[in-house]
């Protein structure tokens, strides 16, 4: 009997106010129902400093919330764990019709996969 292969699915996340976390959760859980498919979640963290967000009793219990399901992976692992994933969906706000800042800065750290050719 052969073993069945696995689709790693690595899903990248930033979200503020808990809209992006909402949709991908939706998304692994979708991706989960399938047969042979394996989904890693990865959220980024805000570059809010707490004491802002402390400032707003709504937006608190958001990000505690978000801290307590998906608590944030530094830049430099979710980097180191892009090549070994078959898909990746990455998930950010648009601010200003681009991506969100903490997702830019996780993008401007993959030049060293492009130039050794894994990703």
């Not at 979200?15 to 047969?35: D, F, H, Q």
């Not at 180191?80 to 990455?90: G, N, R, S, T, Y």
């Amino acid at each position: 009997m052969t073993a069945e292969r696995v689709t790693k699915i690595l899903i990248v996340f930033y979200s503020r106010y808990g809209n992006t976390v909402k949709m991908a959760e939706e998304i692994a859980y979708g991706a989960k129902s399938l047969p042979g498919v394996q989904v890693t979640m990865k959220r980024i963290a805000d570059d809010v400093p707490i004491e802002v967000v402390s400032q707003n009793p709504d937006w608190s219990k958001v990000v505690e919330d978000m801290n307590d399901r998906w608590p944030t992976t530094p830049i430099e692992d979710v980097v180191k764990e892009l090549p070994l994933h078959d898909a990746i969906i990455f998930g950010s706000p648009t601010r200003f019709g681009n991506m969100a800042a903490p997702m830019k800065a996780m993008w401007d750290r993959t030049g060293r996969l492009w130039m050794d050719g894994t990703s």
